[in-house]
């Protein structure tokens, strides 16, 4: 049987390069707040009298100007603002650099939503990045470049037990929070009627939604809607997300002038939770089931070369009903991989068995 070229590539960074993002997630992890506002400027205002003042010029998620004085040049207040301004810009600079290499990035207003969550404790606390957006951390954390990258508009946010937030909670619970970022953010309502509570929230105007999901119970219908406490929202209930979820790990999201520490499923957990996934989508013809299998794919021939063992533990931890949907999806893997990444292939249909 022809198999056809697999619809991507692979390109793994240089030892250089990697170098490179180490140093990144360094200066990322050592943030103790993210600050969303761009880097901006410090312009000296000489109409005061008694000397000239320091304002810094920065601009937030509306574009506009946001003006601030930072004290008379040269004092102490100045200092410190121009310190902070040469360290966002060396973050900005990072951001830069890695994208020109390569790496996967979000955009703008994805990052000022990851880096408010960031700094509300959600992924210190027990919130978990899923979805693509993970997807390109995942990549990036591995050393791989894949092209073409199949991107999202959505942010996925996973709840796996309590979230324990670092900072008190705004009054208007999640939704707030979100909209503490700038963006102007309204609830997402079902079709059911009379419509249940959200789970979703989308930025007026732009593609940009966030999603709130946490585990169907093993006893329990999956996508049903269930209160998230500790957010003051609700979240919709997947099946097989605590499998994915049980493991993590804490990496970068690079934006446009940001860097930002989240946590991520671990790769081996992710591939094979892929397989599952798309064998429950609905309609054979579902532009999902491409793109789950295609990550799948590329996370197998990536963790092929790296690390085998770890698709042996990720497979070993799948339960009987997991390996029953994740049979399904292997003719379209095989597809997939058989003409280009038959070592993978093979790996594969030995632990999805």
Known sequence: MPYLK??????????????????????????????LLSPGHLALDPRNRGGRYGVWVRYGADGKPKRSYVGAEG?????????????????????????????AAVEHDAALVLGELCNAGIFTGGGILVGTRAFGSILNHLGYKATPFLSTQDVDIARLNTIKLATPLPAGGFAELLKQTG???????????PPGPPTSYKVVGRDLKVDLLMPAAASARPYATRSVSELA??????????????????????????????????PARYCL???????????????????????AG?????????????????AAALTPKMTKHAKKTMLRLEKLLASEYPAALELMQRLVH
């Open 233 to 266: 929202a609700h979240a919709t209930t997947l099946p097989f997300l605590d499998y994915l979820t049980a493991e993590s790990w804490t990496t970068i999201v690079i934006g446009r002038d940001h860097l930002i520490p989240v946590r991520c499923p671990q």
């Open 6 to 35: 697999a619809p991507f590539t692979l390109q793994k960074h240089d030892m250089p390069v990697m170098a490179l993002f180490a140093n990144a997630v360094e200066l990322t992890t050592g943030q103790t707040q993210i600050d």
């Open 183 to 193: 963006l102007r953010f309204v609830p997402v309502m079902g079709l059911e009627r």
């Open 273 to 295: 939770h892929k397989l599952v996934v798309a064998a429950l989508r609905s309609g054979q013809e579902n532009p999902k089931i491409e793109k789950d299998t295609i990550q």
């Open 75 to 103: 004092s102490e207040q100045y200092l410190a603002a121009l310190a902070s301004l040469e360290e966002l810009k060396r973050l900005q600079s990072q951001a830069k650099k890695l994208r020109l290499l390569g790496f």
């Open 298 to 314: 590329i996370l197998a021939a990536i963790l092929t070369e790296e690390d085998s063992a770890s698709l042996e533990d990720a």
